[in-house]
């Protein structure tokens, strides 16, 4: 799944007004050489361009791109050497802009930037769809087209019935549905879920309203909760589903082999195993199911209680078990994500039972 998650730099502000520029740009006017940020900026961040086009200008004039008026002119700082990129380059720094509106810098002999916009939301829907993106990954999920649009499919590996590696220390089978899939496979993995669900989860806590309900279009909807919470809750389920009776955490729920790159439901028929047991996977599970637990306590008590009582389960394992590492056994070829210290897994872990 991805992970991702889906960093961007935000420089940007913007103030003044000035004259009319009667030289209105088309498309193909646009220069690429000078470098803006592509999402756009925050009215109260700093924004800057890079200019990495030769110039004798001086100064720099943003424009709005409604009506062509300009807004905003600065000077142009002297050439600095970008050596990441082997660039020598230019930096227009227009900060002082803060009037939310759609804009185009402009340097002479150079030209101008691609439009741009400065606004408070401007990030939300990179937000959304970045959240969205999780519900594209459900396994054992029908995604209808009145939620997942052109990319609807049907269900695949309902994991329902899945057999136990020997690795694992079990015989039989067992039931493990649900969760996200992850990046370039339909394995479902411990730690790669473990950390994309407790980043969410600190956006949940820093941002509680950041995505109310009804906001990413997901089955769960309208049901009074947030859809983040909502979305997260699909991959808790499943992680809860990967602890032993002892409380210790399986690693991962893959094939043998990678599949084929193929729809979910077309390379759904090849054994699916639960394979290994971790100290990592344990404490990961430790972390994120005491993290939900906080989350869920007003919206499903019971749901809370549960989930705690599966952290600190799994973190009396891992104290029993501090270095249980994991390998790949010899038939088995997808993801090991292997990790010879757990020092930052059991800081974690014993920070969110703490709190």
């Not at 380059?89 to 400065?118: H, K, M, Q, R, T």
């Not at 389920?237 to 729920?253: A, C, N, P, R, T």
């Not at 088995?332 to 990790?339: A, C, S």
């Amino acid at each position: 799944m991805n992970r991702i998650f889906l960093t961007v730099l935000c420089l940007g502000l913007l103030g003044g007004c000035k004259s009319k520029n009667t030289a209105t740009p088309v498309e193909g006017d646009y220069n690429a050489g000078i470098r803006i940020n592509q999402v756009g900026y925050y009215p109260n961040a700093t924004k800057k361009a890079i200019v990495a086009q030769n110039t004798a200008a001086e100064s720099f004039q943003v424009f709005n791109t409604d009506d062509m008026e300009m807004v905003y002119e600065g000077k142009l700082s002297a050439p600095q050497v970008w050596e990441l990129a082997g660039e020598t380059v230019i930096v227009a720094d227009f900060s002082e802009l803060n009037a939310p509106g759609s804009y185009s810098l402009y340097v002479e002999d150079v030209g101008y930037s691609f439009p741009f916009e400065i606004s408070a939301e401007v990030l939300r829907p990179a937000l959304k769809a970045g959240m969205k993106s999780y519900y594209y990954q459900r396994a054992g999920y029908a995604l209808d087209s009145a939620h997942a649009g052109q990319w609807h499919r049907p269900a695949g590996h309902a994991d329902n019935q899945v057999n136990f590696h020997p690795s694992t220390g079990r015989t039989g089978q067992t039931s493990s549905t649900g969760g996200w899939y992850d990046a370039g496979d339909y394995g479902k993995y411990m730690v790669n879920g473990g950390f994309s669900l407790g980043q969410m989860l600190v956006l949940h806590e820093q941002y509680p309203g950041a995505l109310g309900d009804g906001e990413l279009n997901i089955p769960e909807s309208g049901n009074g909760n947030s859809d983040l919470l909502d979305e997260l809750k699909y991959e808790m389920d499943w992680i809860l589903s990967m602890q032993d009776e002892d409380g210790g955490s399986f690693v991962k729920l893959t094939t043998k082999n990678f599949t084929a790159m193929k729809l979910p439901h077309e390379v759904d028929d090849i054994p699916r195993f639960i394979i290994g047991k971790s100290t990592p996977a344990t404490l990961n599970l430790a972390a994120v199911a005491a993290k939900m637990s906080r989350a869920y306590t007003e919206i499903d008590p019971d749901y809370s209680a549960k989930c705690l009582e599966a952290a600190q389960k799994a973190w009396d394992w891992a104290l029993e078990h501090p270095d249980m590492a994991y390998k790949n056994p010899e038939d088995v070829q997808t993801g090991e994500y292997g990790d010879a210290d757990f020092s930052s897994e059991f800081f974690w872990a014993a920070a969110e039972l703490f709190v």
